[in-house]
Each structure stands twice: as structure tokens, then as C-alpha cells.
């Protein structure tokens, strides 16, 4: 006879029953049952992944708010872009070209040309190259112009150009994840 769980009556002919249970069980013979779920992780968890749609969201909405064209080419002499977000230009931006954004400005190269970041209003805009070197930059009403002649210094690492206290001010690109991964090595 198989193993069964539950107990049998066996009857040996003459009106007696006996009980008899079947063997205990091994660990191979009880099958496998979910471990009970605890309380505290499971809300961590659910608390982690609202929190991780939360930011997805405040991600989906800034873009939302503030889309970004991709100028895949240099800007010649004579070339205009105006955009009422974000503008990256993954090339160089030559004297005589023009650059107008609502948000912020990256080059991705060369800035020698007219670059205005926060067109229409914005003072908190940036504007960042690999070297900065424009004929003229804007942020928001904020003007400034290259240095007469030969008084220019060439940058030799990237820039970034915003407004501090009132004023224009282009200053090192201090924000990099390669030097952040940096410091914290020992």
C-alpha cells in the first residue's frame, strides 16, 4: 500500500479495526512552502518603490517641462538655433553662429560664437562647453563678451557660465562623476 497522510482503518475480517498512520515523512517527501513574508521588509520594499515611481515621475515631468533638443553637427558662421528648452550641440559652435535656449546650453566642443541661455527670462540657466570662448553670452538679461584681443585666456579644461550674486560668472566645471568616483577611492 502507498504512503498516505491520513490515518487508515484496516480490518482484519473479524470486526476489528485497527489505526495505522503512515510513516513520518522525510524532508524530501513535504513539498516546499512559501516562507511567511515579513511585515518590515515587505513594507521597505513598498515604501522603496513608491518612492523609486515618485522620482521616475518628478524625472518624466521635468523632461516634460523641460525638453531638450540634440544638435548632432557644428554650427557655422551664419547658422541659428533657437529652442525654447534645453539645447546640446555635440560639436563645436563657430564665430558668427547663434545659440538661443530657454533652459540651460551644453556644447559639447568649442563655444565661439553667440550663445543665450534663459531667453526668455530664466537667470537660473547655465551655459557649459568643453572650452568656452564666446564673442558674446547671455543668461537670462545678463550680458558679457569676450575680452578685447589678446587679453583672452584659453580654457584648457571645461566651463560653465551662470549667474552668482547678480553677476555673470564663468568658473572650472567642478561637478563630475569621474571626480566624485575619484575622491571617494583610497
Request: without cysteine; charged residues 30%; hydrophobic residues 35%.
Amino acid at each position: 500500500m502507498g504512503r498516505s497522510s491520513r490515518a487508515e482503518s484496516l480490518g482484519s475480517g473479524q470486526g476489528e479495526t485497527k489505526e495505522r498512520t503512515s510513516p513520518p515523512k522525510t524532508a524530501e517527501d513535504t513539498p516546499l512552502e512559501p516562507a511567511p513574508i515579513k511585515r518590515e521588509a515587505s513594507t521597505a520594499y513598498v515604501e522603496r518603490r513608491r518612492l523609486e515611481r515618485q522620482s521616475d515621475w518628478s524625472y518624466e515631468e521635468e523632461a516634460r517641462r523641460h525638453p531638450t533638443l540634440l544638435v548632432r553637427r557644428t554650427l557655422r558662421s551664419g547658422q541659428r538655433v533657437r529652442y525654447y528648452g534645453n539645447v546640446v550641440v555635440l560639436g563645436d559652435v563657430n564665430p558668427g553662429a547663434e545659440i538661443s535656449a530657454g533652459g540651460d546650453i551644453i556644447v559639447m566642443g568649442w563655444l565661439r560664437g553667440l550663445a543665450h541661455a534663459g531667453a526668455e527670462g530664466n537667470d537660473g540657466a547655465m551655459v557649459s562647453a568643453f572650452r568656452l570662448n564666446p564673442t558674446q553670452l547671455r543668461i537670462g538679461q545678463y550680458i558679457g563678451r569676450a575680452p578685447d584681443g589678446g587679453e583672452a585666456v584659453l580654457p584648457d579644461v571645461p566651463e560653465i557660465a551662470e549667474v552668482r550674486d547678480g553677476r555673470l560668472v564663468i568658473d572650472r566645471w567642478q561637478h563630475s562623476v569621474l571626480t566624485a568616483a575619484e575622491s571617494t577611492e583610497v
